[in-house]
Nanobody, 125 residues
Framework: QVQLTESGGGLVQAGESLRLSCKASTSTFSKYALAWFRQAPGKEREFVAQINWSGANRYYADDVKGRSTISRDYAKNTVYFQMNSLKPDDAAVYYC??????????????????WGQGTQVTVSS
């Protein structure tokens, strides 16, 4: 069982940056791929970014690619998501997710076994 706790959400202005954190409560953190998803009001939850178990492979949704970075700290059991040049369309509840799957690209919700409670990101224009 893995518990995921997100933090770092808040209110920012368009064009600013934000870093989300997700701490995993597990002694086998290195065995999990981790991802960020987001859900805006009235919309389906969507994939945002993923980092595989080794940290060697990262995959991003098209609308955040080039202005976001996902990373992980094995010593802290934490995955980060840095977003720059935020837009009002980035406003959503951001969820952290984990899976033991060793695939290179894991962008479907169904591939993840563990989820955090989410952290709200609000972007003012």
């Amino acid at each position: 069982q893995v518990q995921l706790t997100e933090s770092g959400g808040g209110l920012v202005q368009a064009g600013e940056s934000l870093r989300l954190s997700c701490k995993a409560s597990t002694s086998t953190f290195s065995k999990y791929a981790l991802a960020w998803f987001r859900q805006a009001p009235g919309k389906e939850r969507e994939f945002v970014a993923q980092i595989n178990w080794s940290g060697a492979n990262r995959y991003y949704a098209d609308d955040v690619k080039g202005r976001s970075t996902i990373s992980r700290d094995y010593a802290k059991n934490t995955v980060y998501f840095q977003m720059n040049s935020l837009k009002p369309d980035d406003a959503a509840v951001y969820y952290c997710a984990a899976t033991g799957d060793k695939g290179l690209i894991l962008s479907s919700e169904d591939e993840y076994d563990y989820w955090g409670q989410g952290t709200q990101v609000t972007v003012s224009s």
